[in-house]
């Protein structure tokens, strides 16, 4: 007997969003995402959701949220989608990591302006630069496949 497909209440999808936000450091991890997922639906037993429907949950508010961003940008017309708003905090919540990466930033070049003289510091302190927007970079790009799911 072939299993019904599972109907996104807004209850489910509210639990979906707390599981989610709850799981979000995992995202960014070595963990795979198979493995979060399946920790997900654990976490939404009571819904008797499974691994293939939080992936595509994932992957079907994320369009949703990339689109009504998009057209947010472009018109200025908040989006009336209801999740709009809570998509938008998991995702700036995603983001808090480069806040952290900015103020070693900022602190660095307060550092560079007193060690001017010194050539041998700069080149060390280009150096550690070098490694921060690599690992930046990497963590933009780990975001977008994880929850793009690309």
Known sequence: MKRKYFVWTPEATKCFLDV????????RGKRKKTLIQKDMAEGMSDF????????AKLQVMTKRYRN??????????????EYFSRLRNIFEREDDDFGEVLETIS???QITNHHRANSNFRNQ?????DVIWIQMWK??????TIIGGL
């Not at 961003?69 to 472009?74: D, P, R, V």
């Not at 302190?125 to 630069?129: G, V």
């Not at 963590?139 to 977008?144: F, K, L, T």
């Open 139 to 144: 963590r933009m790009i780990i975001s977008i």
């Open 107 to 109: 602190s660095t070049f």
């Open 68 to 81: 009504e961003a998009l057209e947010f940008s472009k018109t200025g017309v908040r989006p009336k989608w």
């Open 125 to 129: 302190l280009a150096r550690s630069l």
């Open 48 to 55: 008797g959701v499974t691994r293939i429907e939080i992936k």
């Open 20 to 27: 989610w936000e709850t799981n979000l450091k995992s995202f």
